[in-house]
C-alpha cells in the first residue's frame, strides 16, 4: 500500500480533537489523521540524540540514546555510576565521560562544536 501525505489546517482547538480522534472522511473514504510537528534539520532528538528529527517522528523509540554519554538510555535517566556522587539523574556531572552518538566526539550531542550538528 503507498502512502501519501496532505497537510491542512483546522481552526480552533476543539475541531483540531475533534479530526484528530474521529479521523477524516473525504466522499466515502475514511483517513486516519495524525498531528503534523514540523523537524528540520535543526530539530533534535530526545530520544535518539541525534538531528534532523524530533522526538515523535523518532525511528528508534525502543533504543534510546543518551545525548550526554551515548549509553542506551533516555538523557532524563542518566545518571552516575560513581559512589557518593552528588549529581543529579538526567544531568552531567564531574564524572560524566561526554560522548556524542552523532560522530563520536567528546562532547554532548547537542553539542555546538559538533561536525554533525
Same mark, same amino acid.
Given at each position: 500500500?503507498?502512502? *501519501?501525505?496532505?497537510?491542512?489546517?483546522?481552526?480552533?482547538?476543539?475541531?483540531?480533537?475533534?479530526?484528530?480522534?474521529?479521523?477524516?472522511?473525504?466522499?466515502?473514504? =475514511?483517513?486516519?489523521?495524525?498531528?503534523?510537528?514540523?523537524?528540520?534539520?535543526?530539530?533534535?532528538?530526545?530520544? &535518539? *540524540?541525534? &538531528?534532523? !528529527?524530533?522526538?515523535?517522528? &523518532?525511528?528508534?523509540?525502543?533504543?534510546?540514546?543518551?545525548?550526554? &554519554?551515548?549509553? %542506551?538510555?533516555?538523557? %532524563?535517566? !542518566?545518571?552516575?555510576?560513581?559512589?557518593?556522587?552528588?549529581?543529579?539523574?538526567?544531568?552531567?556531572?564531574? !564524572?560524566?565521560?561526554?560522548?556524542?552518538?552523532?560522530?563520536?566526539? =567528546? !562532547?554532548?550531542?547537542?553539542?555546538?562544536?559538533?561536525?554533525?550538528?
Amino acid at each position: 500500500m503507498k502512502a *501519501s501525505m496532505v497537510v491542512f489546517a483546522v481552526k480552533g482547538s476543539k475541531m483540531v480533537e475533534k479530526v484528530l480522534k474521529g479521523g477524516l472522511r473525504v466522499g466515502r473514504v =475514511e483517513y486516519d489523521v495524525e498531528k503534523f510537528v514540523a523537524a528540520g534539520l535543526n530539530s533534535f532528538c530526545g530520544v &535518539c *540524540s541525534r &538531528c534532523g !528529527h524530533d522526538d515523535a517522528k &523518532c525511528v528508534s523509540l525502543m533504543m534510546p540514546v543518551c545525548m550526554l &554519554c551515548a549509553r %542506551k538510555h533516555l538523557t %532524563k535517566d !542518566h545518571k552516575c555510576n560513581m559512589v557518593g556522587c552528588k549529581g543529579h539523574t538526567g544531568q552531567n556531572c564531574v !564524572h560524566t565521560v561526554n560522548r556524542c552518538v552523532n560522530c563520536n566526539g =567528546e !562532547h554532548i550531542a547537542k553539542a555546538n562544536c559538533c561536525v554533525k550538528m
